[in-house]
């Protein structure tokens, strides 16, 4: 009760006018001439309700070269290009910022940013997501959810719910919070959890969906839900938390932001006040094209007013994401999880669809977690 | 027994390749089902014409190795496509691409009322005939190079505006097919506009992305007096000149662009060999039944790269080929929207994009 008064109190100030004010502390000295600080960014889906977000991403950041006269250069990426950078294998030219994305973990090379950036600006747990070891290793720019969604209005029949079983949020939302872990038996744990209570997987879900024959979809990122909405031609869908075999539905929170890469300390300043500017950027746009949470409290008026949820939608995700205690992983555990998924997700799939058995469940992802262990091993002695 | 065959042209386009040839021993048709790549449009190097002889033998020793298996079956009419042969007046008639543009002529200038189909068919041959006669030609209804050349008198080719100077830049050709026009890009101002012919319904020309990749120089034919090849990677397509200028702002062709040989010469010396050649205009029902993994080629990608582009996630040129930037795109847009994090469009992937059903 407590987080959720904090929570309400935090949307009811930062209501009452704190939008319009600025933020960041900005690099105050004077930059020697030949400062460059090249940015790695993700695209994102052109969205109706908001302008497309390279052009502003470019935008932001030749605002921020002319005010201090630097050179900054914005290249966009995959985030599989971003992730493969953060762990330590991208053998180029490694820039000074790059955004970490819906998956977000502490990576080769990030920067401390602890007292260079103000945390008082950015909504607690926010902070406290990007807060490893006591340390603040990025800067968070908006908070991205998981849920279920489904149509107002419609049964709970589980044969009306597609999921998503390809997808990395699908075990991460089963697995990462509660007591369920990444271990062989837990991942089988979730999956016949799965089948029994929503039956076999669908090939097309969308196509499901469009076609009214399922009634909710999960796991379900703020995009998909954009494009739930949008495909509804104004239909209600609701926002649901992710069931899982505890019983306890919740949202999974992830918190995507800027890692300062930038071992110049010349630099430095910059490249952190460039990320600070990027995040509340990115935190603006992703409340607006894709209803999330922005990280800077002083924009948590444009989620209330831009995000298309109505008052409920807001304070449920608000308060779940006070309630989750979401963290950030480290490279390592990233790394484990992206490899677990690559591994298990075919076995996952033949089972959910009914080419597998229980037994054949089981065999499967422990060969595969075998043969992941093995590689894993391998890595670790090179 | 020994067959003589006489080969009459290219097979249909988008069916299986079939060339055909007359039995002249036998009343009926001997056809061959033969595999190969889809049917040049665009003369190939070297032009098949020139291999003719070498062909004929190879075929004769197919047909030979073959004959027991090969159906003595009638076909109703004999599908021909776009050639320099001699049209020749057959029984059962013969059917090819470039009657229509011929039935097309002869009714403009009042020698044949008949429906403007394909069938080389008897009226036609006596429209042929009196053409011929009054042209000081023989008479002998075979539409030859010369017949051609008859036809395409009294054809005028519209005068078009002084051209500007051409602006520096990047030069880059844009041809709309609902309007049959071309239009020539300098320096990303239009420089001028030629009119042209584009593909017919059933034989659309390709929408997309292309490259001019090779440039030749022809004889006055069926391609005019100037080729250019372009690098759509199903089919041969291209832009050439033609003998038919009648044909010259209609949808007329097997789906290449066809100039007036002036304005092909002209063009022909303007762009290099790697300009840009953007094909907006209409398309053929596309078919996304299928799940589309790297490697695919067709409209369909060209498509999905244009829907990839509209949705934010560029792939590139929309080139109809399911390359590495498709495959990072597709990617992408998997990724942000949770359906998994592969390279291959689902079907769910079209349905997001909205592409599917067109």
Known sequence: MKIRAAAAVVLIVAMLGCGCQEHAPLPSKTPSDDVRILVWDAKEPHLPGASPYSELACRVAEHYAQQFGIAVEVQFKTRQEMESLLLGEYQGEVPSVVFSTEWPFVGAGAQDLTGLVPTDDYLEPAASFWTYDDRLMGVPSYVHWLCTAKRAGTDNSSGMTGYLSGSPGFLHSGLDYGSLDWTGEDICTYAEWVRQTYGLRSQAVLDLWRQNRIEAIFPVTPHLFKWMKLSENGGEIHLLPIDNPEGTPRFYFSVPGYVVMEADEEILEFAVGLAQVLAAARGRWAARAIGCIPALRSDIPLFDVESGFTREQRVLLMTGFFDSDARISDRTAHGHKIRICQAVVEVIEEYLSGEADRDQLEQGIHAALKSHTIQSTGEETK | ?358
Request: proline content about 8%; aromatic content about 10%; overall charge negative.
């Open chain 2, 1 to 358: 027994m020994a067959r003589e065959g006489i080969y009459t042209g290219y097979p249909a386009h988008k069916q299986d390749t079939q060339l055909v040839f007359i039995n002249r021993r036998h009343p009926s048709y001997s056809t061959l089902r033969i595999y190969v790549k889809e049917w040049p449009c665009l003369p190939s190097k070297p032009r098949l014409r020139r291999s003719h002889s070498g062909l004929l033998i190879v075929m004769s020793v197919i047909i030979l190795a073959v004959g027991p298996t090969v159906k003595h079956q009638a076909p109703a009419m004999l599908r021909v496509h776009e050639t320099d042969e001699p049209l020749l007046p057959t029984t059962p008639p013969v059917i090819r691409h470039d009657v229509y543009d011929l039935k097309v002529r002869l009714s403009q200038l009042g020698l044949y009322e008949g429906p403007l189909d394909e069938v080389y068919d008897s009226e036609t041959v006596k429209a042929v005939k009196a053409f011929q006669e009054s042209y000081w030609l023989h008479p002998t209804g075979i539409v030859d190079r010369s017949t051609w050349r008859a036809l395409s008198v009294g054809v005028v080719r519209p005068d078009s505006p002084a051209a500007k100077p051409l602006p520096e830049g990047e030069i880059y050709l844009e041809v709309d097919t609902e309007v049959a026009e071309l239009r020539v890009y300098a320096g990303g101002t239009l420089w001028k506009t030629y009119p042209v012919a584009v593909g017919k319904w059933a034989t659309l020309t390709p929408v997309g992305e292309w490259k001019i990749v090779d440039k030749g120089y022809e004889s006055g034919g069926a391609f005019g007096t100037r080729w250019m090849a372009l690098d759509v990677p199903w089919g041969g397509y291209g832009i050439h000149g033609t003998n038919r200028p009648w044909s010259i702002g209609t949808y007329a062709s097997l789906g290449c662009v066809r100039m007036f040989n002036e304005d092909i010469e002209e063009l022909y010396e303007l762009v290099p060999i790697g300009t840009r050649v953007i094909i907006v205009g209409y398309r053929p029902p596309l078919d996304f039944g299928k799940p589309f993994v790297p490697g695919t080629i067709g409209p369909e990608v060209v498509r999905l790269q244009e829907a990839l582009r509209e949705f934010g996630f560029d792939a590139g040129p929309t080139d109809g080929r399911y390359g590495p930037l498709t495959e990072q795109a597709v990617r992408e847009v998997r990724e942000v929207f949770g359906l998994g994090r592969e390279g291959w469009a689902s079907r769910d992937v079209f349905v997001l994009l909205q592409v599917e059903g067109q």
